[in-house]
């Protein structure tokens, strides 16, 4: 059991890959509302990428730094799939649309891609991919899409704190807390939440 853990936590040596190598990584997924976000990006192997971690290791100011970095550094694309395709085509499958539409928004024709989790994405058939089970901690480029995936939601997440100051979002960036299931059941359910979802469906 041991051994079996130590593999998984290994480092993997992207840098050794030939071509563009991509990080691909999804934030929300797990949440009762919003938007779930997904980035992608490409880092200079070259450079020292120890900087990057699992988001969910980094506190909300690193994040936000480590965020500002790759952008200034690093090619990148984001994506996104709607509460609406959430609902109607199920959270995993709006997963690997929204990190689709990460890669498509990188204007790329080909390259590998490095996903965290088990699964590849569908219909990529022009490029090569790696699922990586903890890709988020064995991979940079996987590290640096989870900070990036991760802020972008948290910022969109804010806005509906704004927008709903009833609800809390702020203080549970939308995830089946104790506080946003009292306020659901409360205040009903908002558009922004995800339907299918238990701990929302019950109160529509």
């Given at each position: 059991?041991?051994?079996?853990?130590?593999?998984?936590?290994?480092k993997?040596?992207?840098?050794?890959?030939?071509?563009?190598?991509?990080?691909?990584?999804e934030a929300?997924?797990?949440?009762?509302?919003g938007?779930v976000?997904?980035a992608?990006?490409i880092?200079?192997?070259?450079?020292?990428?120890t900087?990057?971690?699992?988001?969910k290791?980094?506190?909300?100011?690193?994040?936000e730094k480590l965020?500002?970095?790759?952008?200034?550094t690093?090619?990148?694309?984001?994506g996104?799939a709607?509460v609406e395709?959430?609902?109607q085509i199920?959270?995993?499958?709006?997963s690997m649309?929204?990190m689709?539409r990460?890669?498509?928004?990188?204007?790329?024709?080909?390259?590998?891609?490095?996903?965290?989790?088990?699964?590849?994405?569908?219909?990529?058939l022009?490029?090569?991919?790696?699922?990586l089970?903890?890709g988020d901690?064995?991979?940079?480029p996987?590290s640096?899409?989870?900070?990036?995936?991760?802020?972008?939601?948290?910022?969109y997440?804010?806005?509906?704190?704004?927008?709903y100051?009833?609800?809390?979002?702020?203080?549970?960036?939308?995830?089946a807390?104790k506080?946003?299931?009292d306020a659901?059941k409360?205040?009903?359910?908002?558009?922004?939440?995800r339907?299918?979802?238990?701990?929302?469906?019950?109160?529509i």
């Amino acid at each position: 059991m041991k051994e079996s853990m130590k593999r998984i936590w290994e480092k993997f040596p992207w840098e050794d890959l030939k071509g563009t190598v991509i990080g691909v990584d999804e934030a929300g997924r797990g949440c009762l509302a919003g938007r779930v976000y997904a980035a992608a990006v490409i880092l200079d192997a070259n450079k020292d990428n120890t900087i990057y971690t699992d988001s969910k290791l980094l506190s909300e100011s690193k994040r936000e730094k480590l965020a500002e970095i790759i952008k200034a550094t690093a090619k990148y694309g984001i994506g996104y799939a709607t509460v609406e395709e959430i609902d109607q085509i199920n959270i995993f499958q709006a997963s690997m649309l929204a990190m689709k539409r990460a890669v498509d928004n990188l204007g790329l024709t080909h390259g590998h891609l490095l996903v965290d989790g088990n699964k590849t994405i569908p219909n990529m058939l022009a490029f090569e991919q790696t699922a990586l089970v903890k890709g988020d901690l064995r991979a940079s480029p996987i590290s640096a899409a989870s900070i990036l995936a991760k802020v972008e939601r948290d910022r969109y997440i804010y806005e509906l704190a704004k927008n709903y100051p009833q609800y809390g979002f702020e203080q549970h960036k939308a995830y089946a807390t104790k506080l946003h299931k009292d306020a659901i059941k409360k205040w009903g359910p908002l558009d922004e939440h995800r339907k299918t979802f238990a701990g929302v469906k019950e109160f529509i």
